[in-house]
C-alpha cells in the first residue's frame, strides 16, 4: 500500500482546494473580477491592494494578498475606443500543509464608447497567467508514524512526495457594458469566464485533477438619492465545480463635501448560506479605503462563533482626467 495515503490525500487535498482566491471586497479587485475592468475607471492610471485573513479563529487561518497596476492607453486609432493595459499579483496560504498560490496575470482589455453622449461602453478583456503551487509535505502526518502504541511525529513518513511545486499556465476572458441611465441613474454588467483552458493542477502524476473554470456574474449600479446621499446596490453569482456563491447587498454614500475626506460608505452583503458581510469605506483626496469582515452564518458557525474573515483594501488613482473622454461619473465605482 506504499504511497496509498499519500495518493489518497493529494486527491482530497486537490479537489478541495482547486478553487480560485476569495475576497468578499470583490468590486475593490476589479482585475480579479473581470479583466475587462482593465483601465475601466475614472483616470489615467490605478494601483490597488486587497489583503484578506480568514478562519483564524478555529484553525490555520487563510492569508490572500494582491496586488495590481492597471491603466488607460488613449491613444489608440480606432475612433471613441481606448485600451486597458495592468499587471495583477495574487500570493494565498491555505491549511496546515502552507498550500501556497501564486499567480502573475497579464489582463488586457478593449473599450469602445458605442454611442454620441457616451451613456453606452462597452468592454471586451482577456488575460494570460502564470500559476504555481506548492505544499509543504513535511506538515502532514501519516498512519505509518503511528507504532502500535503512539504516534511518534519525527520518525520516517515513509512517504515520497512525487512534487512539492507544480506550475502551469490558464487563460481568462470577459465582458463588460457600462449604461447610464440619465444623469442619476447608472449600471454596469459583466460576466467573466476563468481558466478556458481546464489546466492539470495535481502534485501527484496519478492523479488526473484539472483546475474547474470558474464564473463570475455580476450587476453594480449607482442611484443617485440627494445631494448628500447615493445608493449603490450589487449582486453577484460565481460558480467553479461544486462550488457556488450569491451575494447581494449594497452601499449607501455620505458625501461630505469635505476637500479631504469627500464620501464615506455604509453597508453590507449577504452570502447566501455562508456569511453577512459588513463593509465601511471611506474616499481620502485620490484613495479609497475599504473594510470589511465576514459573520460566519453556516453550520461552520458551531465551530468558528460566527467569526469569519477580516478584509482590507486599498485603491489609488491618479493621472490626467482632463484627457479622459469617458462620462464625468464613475463608470465602475472604486468604492464597491
Given at each position: 500500500m506504499?504511497?496509498f ?7 482530497c487535498f486537490?479537489r478541495?482546494?482547486?478553487q480560485d482566491?476569495?475576497f ?16 475601466n475607471?475614472n483616470n489615467?492610471n490605478r494601483i490597488i491592494?486587497?489583503?484578506?485573513s480568514q478562519w483564524r479563529?478555529i484553525t490555520?487561518p ?9 491603466r488607460k492607453?488613449?491613444?489608440?486609432p ?5 485600451l486597458g493595459l495592468?499587471?495583477l ?6 491549511g496546515d500543509g ?6 502573475i496575470?497579464?489582463p ?5 464608447i458605442l454611442n ?7 468592454s471586451?478583456?482577456e488575460?494570460?497567467?502564470?500559476n ?6 513535511q506538515?502532514f502526518?501519516f498512519?505509518?508514524q ?8 519525527n520518525?520516517?513518513t515513509?512517504?515520497t512526495p512525487?512534487?512539492?511545486n507544480i506550475s502551469?499556465f490558464?487563460f481568462?476572458?470577459?465582458i463588460n457594458?457600462y ?7 447608472f449600471f454596469?454588467?459583466g460576466?467573466a469566464?476563468?481558466h478556458l483552458n ?11 485533477v484539472?483546475?474547474d473554470s470558474?464564473i463570475n456574474?455580476?450587476v453594480?449600479s ?5 445631494k448628500?446621499?447615493n445608493?449603490l446596490?450589487?449582486?453577484?453569482y460565481?460558480?467553479?465545480g461544486?462550488?457556488?456563491e450569491?451575494?447581494?447587498g ?8 469635505n ?6 460608505y455604509f ?6 448560506k455562508?456569511?453577512?458581510i459588513i ?5 481620502y483626496?485620490?484613495?479609497?479605503f475599504g473594510l ?8 461552520l458557525k458551531?465551530a468558528?462563533?460566527?467569526?469569519g474573515?477580516l ?5 489609488y488613482?491618479?493621472g490626467?482626467?482632463?484627457?479622459i473622454?469617458?462620462?464625468?461619473v464613475?463608470q465602475?465605482?472604486?468604492f464597491?
Open positions: 506504499k504511497n495515503f499519500y495518493i489518497l490525500f493529494i486527491i486537490s478541495t482546494y482547486s482566491i476569495h468578499s471586497q470583490y468590486n475593490n479587485s476589479p482585475l480579479n473580477l473581470n479583466p475587462a475592468l482593465t483601465g475607471f489615467t491592494l486587497n489583503n484578506r479563529s490555520v487563510y492569508k490572500t494578498f494582491s496586488f495590481s497596476y492597471d492607453i488613449l491613444d489608440f480606432i475612433k471613441k475606443s481606448f495592468g499587471i499579483f495574487n500570493t494565498d496560504k491555505a502552507d498550500f501556497g498560490t501564486n499567480q496575470k497579464i488586457v482589455s478593449f473599450n469602445k454620441s453622449d457616451s451613456s453606452l461602453i462597452l471586451i478583456g488575460n494570460i497567467a502564470f504555481q503551487n506548492s505544499l509543504n509535505f506538515a502526518y498512519g505509518s503511528f507504532n502500535g502504541n503512539k504516534f511518534i511525529p520518525s520516517s515513509n512517504e512525487v512534487n512539492a502551469y490558464d481568462s476572458a470577459g457594458l449604461h447610464k441611465i440619465n444623469n442619476k441613474i454596469n454588467y460576466i469566464y476563468n481546464k489546466p492539470k493542477q495535481s502534485f501527484n502524476n496519478v492523479a488526473n484539472n483546475l470558474k456574474v455580476y453594480n449607482f442611484i443617485f438619492l440627494n448628500n446621499f445608493a446596490p450589487s449582486i453577484a460565481f460558480n467553479q461544486k462550488y457556488k450569491f451575494d447581494i449594497g452601499l449607501l454614500q455620505y458625501k461630505t463635501h476637500i479631504n475626506i469627500s464620501s464615506v453597508g453590507g452583503q449577504l452570502r447566501i455562508d456569511a453577512i463593509n465601511m469605506l471611506l474616499d483626496k485620490d484613495f479609497s470589511s469582515y465576514d459573520i460566519n452564518v453556516s453550520t458551531i468558528s462563533n460566527g467569526y474573515g478584509e482590507l483594501s486599498v485603491i488613482t491618479f490626467n482626467t482632463n484627457n473622454k469617458i462620462p464625468n464613475k465602475c465605482p472604486v464597491m
